[in-house]
């Protein structure tokens, strides 16, 4: 019985996550927010402020990154969370410092 069962609950398993690979398809982008986690040496780079992009300006050092916030036409880049001097050690300790918001349009 608990075997059929088992059999029965796998089964309904893989039809669920098959229906589910089927429908995530590549979609265009739509004006939004995409956040990300970057390297350490690149969000050291990039600093706590926000950071406007206009006519493909430069962000840091790293041209890998800026091209590809050139090609999903980046509007903005700021921190995910706030800095705050108060937590900042805290932040720094989980990686919060890492992640960042691109608005893109």
Do not use: H
């Amino acid at each position: 019985m608990q075997k059929t069962l088992f059999r029965v609950l796998l089964l309904l398993v893989a039809a669920m996550g098959t229906s589910v690979f089927a429908s995530a398809q590549t979609v265009e982008p739509r004006k939004g927010v995409v956040r990300v986690k970057l390297q350490p040496e690149m969000a050291r780079n990039l600093g706590d402020q926000p950071i406007k992009v206009r006519n493909n300006q430069k962000i840091g050092r790293y041209s890998q990154f800026n091209g590809a916030l050139n090609t999903i036409k980046a509007v903005s880049i700021r921190p995910a969370f706030p800095a705050n001097e108060k937590y900042a050690a805290d932040r720094a300790r989980y990686g919060l410092d890492c992640w960042y918001e691109i608005t893109f349009d």
